[in-house]
């Protein structure tokens, strides 16, 4: 079965490239939202395996950090695995404060650590 990534905030680029990135290496669909609404909308339609939130949505420049919070307080939602996309070290330690898996930065995508971040969630069975 193919496993299903919603992709928060991500500009066309960045989108493409994740895409790409968890297609080649994990055969997973990766559906692209540009904001807060629209990822509670899909991740209450259809079931996700992991969400990917940008640290700053490209669409609105909202921080990719309050979804965390906001998805981790919604009891129906709260179990979906969440990981922050960044750089950024001290914002990959909020995201995990808040609930967050540890995420990765778009600089560190095509490497073996990130890799293994994402085989327990996104390997075939």
Same mark, same amino acid.
């Given at each position: 079965?193919?496993?299903?990534?919603?992709?928060?905030?991500?500009?066309?680029?960045?989108?493409?490239?994740?895409?790409?990135?968890?297609?080649?290496?994990?055969?997973?669909?990766?559906? $692209?939202? #540009?904001?807060? &609404?629209?990822?509670?909308?899909?991740?209450?339609?259809?079931?996700?395996?992991?969400?990917?939130?940008?640290?700053?949505?490209?669409?609105? @420049?909202?921080? @990719?950090?309050?979804? *965390?919070? #906001?998805?981790?307080?919604?009891?129906?939602?709260?179990?979906?695995? *969440?990981?922050? &996309?960044?750089?950024?070290?001290?914002?990959?330690?909020?995201?995990?404060?808040? @609930?967050?898996? $540890?995420?990765?930065?778009?600089?560190?995508? #095509?490497? $073996?650590?990130?890799?293994?971040?994402?085989? $327990?969630?996104?390997?075939?069975?």
């Amino acid at each position: 079965m193919t496993k299903k990534v919603l992709s928060l905030g991500q500009c066309g680029v960045d989108h493409y490239v994740l895409r790409h990135f968890l297609d080649s290496e994990f055969g997973a669909a990766t559906v $692209p939202v #540009d904001t807060f &609404v629209q990822a509670l909308a899909e991740l209450r339609k259809e079931k996700y395996d992991l969400v990917l939130v940008n640290r700053i949505l490209d669409a609105n @420049g909202a921080e @990719g950090l309050d979804f *965390v919070a #906001d998805i981790k307080k919604d009891s129906a939602l709260a179990g979906v695995p *969440v990981m922050l &996309v960044s750089n950024h070290k001290r914002a990959q330690e909020t995201a995990v404060a808040r @609930g967050a898996l $540890p995420g990765f930065g778009k600089a560190e995508l #095509d490497t $073996p650590h990130t890799i293994e971040r994402l085989k $327990p969630l996104l390997a075939s069975e």
